[in-house]
């Protein structure tokens, strides 16, 4: 049959397949040592292009709190530690917490998903790196402070990676998992960012997420567990749920979710329509089209949606392209926040009110689960809400499909908005929220070749905005533009006897626009993303017996906090050229900036602006 492999992965197939499996299949193996292993460094570093991680100039107190070997893991319990936060650091005010992971691995495996929760609340998703015979290591780095209040309780950590580990998949993945906690600076000794006062107004109430909640609570999957804590969603009729209550005295609650998508759906945006496969009578290509959306609801109600960026794992199109350079959000995948404000006034009754989630078009298998963030009045013990509108329309989808045999192009555009208002009265007055999502989305493909050509051109838009008025203050607001470009051409060539070459290139973008409104002005954070990546593969059944992978990547990050810019490129395992400063775009003046230091970063927890002498003497 003609019909060829469109995308490889070696991710995460519950079983390895056999090396004679039908191509149809995601090839699962990838045979590292046959590419350069004589001249491989002893150990190759990898890692994702991202900014650095804002620390305050002061020297942190380190837990190293898991050290695990990952060895056959796949559909065992999580890996349990117990989380204690520090005790013997001089200092208990932290203005930065940080989150390490630190991996090594050798031999040959697949990419892994896994996930790291504390009491049950996902602080990482991420995905291994696939190591070689000579060994690989990589680090990542969170910001996870805005977890704080959930860091400063004794807690269970739980870490699932799925691992199979036999003959053939011999990579055993080493991990050290550790909390750095950084000490606030002193308040006058610091910037002015750090030295503005903040008070307990509006802009608090809107700012709320940078300095934390005062309440985390999971919506995941409760332990004991054999495998992770992530609810599984396996179709498009799956409704997985969890039930929750929160304190009666909320003021403020965002729900933060986290997605990665596998197996069928590991490339879902390269799905074709069930019109195509029925008419070619295809069994193995996975179908249901390329839309794809998280639906998230309270009590039953639609309150918000996800239309989620294309993370591409290490393993995914064409492995050699993410060596060293990992796919954009592959080690530290994004999480995405939902207003949950105007429906507070549905769950203050101090009863149990249910959250759902599913995925329109769902092929086996997602995993999603989420963290709700609630801020406490704590000069009340009771607030009260109400509900005043909220409109979720499902999404407009419109499909054309244009075929002959296994040719043809489709064409796939959604659109869709999600808005809610609803006030609540607080300590801090009677505020109105409303929130408005508003998505566009648009798909062409294209098939030739009898089915052994596909390009994709896709592009998401995924903007959210956030209104927060109070009588007697101006009005505060959040607003997120979100653009996730795709390109992807991907060419294959029977070469008989079992053999194929594959052509793979590739652009993925990740591009956010933050713009906030308050007293001060408006101020604006910028994210322009953007990976090449050309590929060349010879897949003798499947198996990777040669080929060469280069990737590019331009990251722009501009903020009132830091500029970082860092231009690199690698190709067959090595990097060419890397630039990185911490100029700011043309467009981003400092002078721009300076107007909005007050309002960004967001200024340390009120509470731990205190001055803590003690700590800055032992400051590196
Ligand atoms: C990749 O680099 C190795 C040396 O590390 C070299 O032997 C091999 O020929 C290179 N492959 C290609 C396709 O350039
Ligand atoms: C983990 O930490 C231990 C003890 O500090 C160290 O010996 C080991 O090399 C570390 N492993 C990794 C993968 O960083
Ligand atoms: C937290 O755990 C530590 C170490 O086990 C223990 O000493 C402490 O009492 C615990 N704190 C609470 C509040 O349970
Ligand atoms: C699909 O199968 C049906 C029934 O077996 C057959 O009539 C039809 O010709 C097949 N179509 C293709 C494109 O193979
Ligand atoms: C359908 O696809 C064919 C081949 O690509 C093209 O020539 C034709 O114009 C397309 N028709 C429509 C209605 O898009
Ligand atoms: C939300 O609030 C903003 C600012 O007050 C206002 O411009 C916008 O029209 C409101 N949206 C709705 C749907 O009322
Ligand atoms: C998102 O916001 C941008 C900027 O205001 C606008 O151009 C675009 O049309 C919006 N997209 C959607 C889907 O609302
Ligand atoms: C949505 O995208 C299409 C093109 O893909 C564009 O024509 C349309 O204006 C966009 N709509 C919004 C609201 O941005
Ligand atoms: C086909 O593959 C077999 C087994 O790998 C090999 O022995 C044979 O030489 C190959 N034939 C050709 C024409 O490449
Ligand atoms: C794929 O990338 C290579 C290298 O940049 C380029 O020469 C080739 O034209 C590209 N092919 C397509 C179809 O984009
Ligand atoms: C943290 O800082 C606050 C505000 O300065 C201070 O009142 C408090 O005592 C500090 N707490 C600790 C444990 O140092």
Not at 15 to 20: G, V
Request: aromatic fraction near 12%; glycine fraction near 8%; hydrophobic fraction near 35%.
């Amino acid at each position: 049959m003609a019909l060829s492999l469109l995308i490889f992965s070696l991710f995460l197939l519950h079983q390895p397949l056999s090396t004679t499996a039908n191509i149809h299949h995601r090839p699962t193996l990838f045979r590292s040592q046959l590419i350069s292993d004589s001249t491989d460094p002893p150990l190759t570093n990898y890692f994702e292009v991202t900014k650095p991680i804002k620390l305050p100039d002061t020297k942190p107190c380190s837990n190293l709190v898991l050290n695990h070997e990952f060895g056959y893991t796949y559909g065992k319990p999580p890996v349990l530690a117990n989380y204690t936060p520090p005790s013997n650091c001089p200092s208990h005010n932290f203005s930065k917490i940080v989150l390490q992971w630190t991996a090594t691995c050798k031999g040959r495996q697949f990419d892994r998903i896994f996930g790291i929760w504390l009491g049950g609340v996902e602080l990482l998703r991420s995905c291994t790196a696939e190591p070689r015979r000579t060994g690989i290591d990589w680090t990542v780095k969170k910001d996870v402070s805005k977890y704080y209040s959930l860091l400063m309780t004794n807690q269970t950590l739980a870490v699932y990676l799925g691992n199979l580990v036999d003959a053939t998949y011999t990579g055993v993945y080493s991990v050290n998992l550790t909390f750095h906690f950084y000490p606030a600076q002193e308040v006058h000794s610091s910037n002015s960012v750090n030295g503005y006062s903040y008070e307990s107004n509006l802009g608090d109430w809107v700012n709320g997420f940078g300095p934390g909640a005062d309440l985390i609570l999971p919506i995941s999957r409760n332990l004991p567990l054999n495998d992770g804590l992530w609810f599984e969603i396996q179709n498009s009729d799956d409704l997985q749920s969890k039930m929750f209550d929160i304190p009666q005295n909320a003021y403020r609650a965002v729900l933060e979710v986290y997605v990665s998508f596998h197996e069928k759906d590991e490339f879902w945006y390269t799905n074709v329509p069930d019109e195509y496969i029925d008419a070619n009578n295809l069994t193995d290509l996975p179908g249901n089209g390329a839309f794809r959306e998280v639906v998230v609801s309270l009590d039953g109600m639609t309150v918000g949606a996800v239309w989620p960026f294309t993370v591409i794992y290490t393993g995914g199109v064409n492995p050699l392209l993410w060596r060293p350079i990992s796919g954009i959000g592959s080690f530290d995948l994004p999480s995405y926040d939902i207003e949950i404000t105007p429906f507070l006034g549905m769950i203050l009754d101090g009863k149990t009110h249910k959250f759902g989630f599913s995925v329109t078009n769902a092929l086996n298998v997602w995993y999603i689960d989420a963290n709700l963030h609630v801020w406490l009045d704590k000069k009340s013990v009771k607030t009260e809400g109400k509900l005043l509108r909220h409109n979720s329309l499902p999404p407009v989808i419109t499909s054309v499909t244009n075929f002959t045999g296994l040719n043809g192009n489709f064409l796939t555009t959604a659109t869709r908005s999600v808005s809610s208002i609803g006030w609540v009265r607080s300590s801090h007055g009677k505020i109105t929220t409303n929130s408005t999502q508003s998505f566009n989305y648009s798909n062409f493909m294209v098939m030739g070749k009898d089915g052994n050509l596909q390009i994709v051109n896709q592009i998401i838009d995924f903007n959210d905005t956030v209104y927060a008025n109070a009588p007697s203050s101006p009005t505060y607001s959040i607003k997120s533009f979100k653009r996730f470009p795709l390109y992807l051409y991907s060419d294959n060539v029977d070469q008989g006897n079992k053999t194929y070459s594959s052509v793979a290139n590739l652009t993925l973008g990740f591009n956010e626009e933050r713009v906030r409104a308050g007293d001060f002005g408006f101020l604006v954070s910028s994210l322009k993303n953007l990976q090449d990546g050309q590929g060349v593969m010879l897949v003798k059944g499947n198996l990777v017996v040669s080929g060469l992978g280069s990737t590019q990547q331009a990251y722009q990050y501009d903020g009132s906090e830091l500029c970082y810019f860092r231009n690199v490129k690698s190709s067959n395992y090595t990097v060419l050229y890397d630039k990185e400063g911490n100029s700011c775009s043309k467009k981003f003046q400092p002078h721009q900036r300076s107007g909005f230091a007050k309002w960004w970063p967001f200024p340390a927890r009120r509470a731990f602006l205190g001055s803590d002498i003690r700590n800055n003497k032992n400051r590196h």
